[in-house]
């Protein structure tokens, strides 16, 4: 199983799963019984680590583009997976940061 390429930012899973020896199905299986997740939940975890990394390094990207560079299909597929994720939405998220930010500079 070849993780590293399943936890890329724009990878799709019909591309991963064409270039494996075994079925869909049973790939699926396996990887869930192995980590507890299934490849999708695992690579939408990994794309909200991501997107939270990005809005922590440059809070001032717009939420647009940091769904795009993540992989999601747009800002509120980003929104959505966000909220399941961190139980605040990734406007909240950026606003902390930035508030984070300021504070570090007015001292």
Known sequence: M??????????RLEDFYGQLALSRRQFERRFKQETGLSPAQLLQLNRVKIARNLLSQSPELNLARVAFDCGFYDQAHLHQHFVRVTQQTPGQYKKRKMSQISNLTQR
């Open 2 to 11: 070849s993780l590293p390429r399943l936890i890329q930012a724009q990878t």
